[in-house]
């Protein structure tokens, strides 16, 4: 069971960057592939970004594609999101989640394919 601790969430200004970060804790973090989703006050969770265990298979939603980049480091046990031109409809908590691995027929986008999950982090963008 892996365990998923969230942090970096914070308000900034519109236009500005933030980079959050997920710590993993439990067994082949390196196998997992890793997600962020976010959801806003009386929103449904929305997909955000995911990567596989190597890093060759990321994919983005439509509304984050070349603001949002995801990473990870898996000698840090440790998964990124660096977001930049942030907007006030980002306002979210952002949640790290794991999955089984990605392959090219089964790339996830929905809450239930990622079994665990952080306990998210705010990101509050002002105008």
């Known amino acids: 069971q892996v365990q998923l601790v969230e942090s970096g969430g914070r308000s900034v200004q519109t236009g500005g960057s933030l980079r959050v970060s997920c710590v993993a804790s439990g067994p082949a973090f390196g196998t997992r592939a890793m997600g962020w989703l976010r959801q806003a006050p009386g929103k449904e969770r929305e997909f955000v970004a995911a990567?596989?265990?190597?890093?060759?298979?990321?994919y983005y939603e439509d509304f984050v594609k070349g603001r949002f980049t995801i990473s990870r480091d898996n000698a840090k046990n440790t998964l990124y999101l660096q977001m930049n031109s942030l907007q006030p409809e980002d306002t979210a908590a952002y949640y790290c989640?794991?999955?089984?691995?990605?392959?090219?027929?089964?790339?996830?986008?929905?809450?239930?394919?990622?079994?665990?999950w952080g306990r998210g982090s705010q990101v509050t963008v002002s105008s």
């Open positions: 989640a794991a999955t089984r691995p990605l392959s090219s027929t089964w790339l996830p986008s929905k809450s239930a394919d990622f079994p665990s």
């Open positions: 990567i596989d265990g190597s890093g060759t298979i990321i």
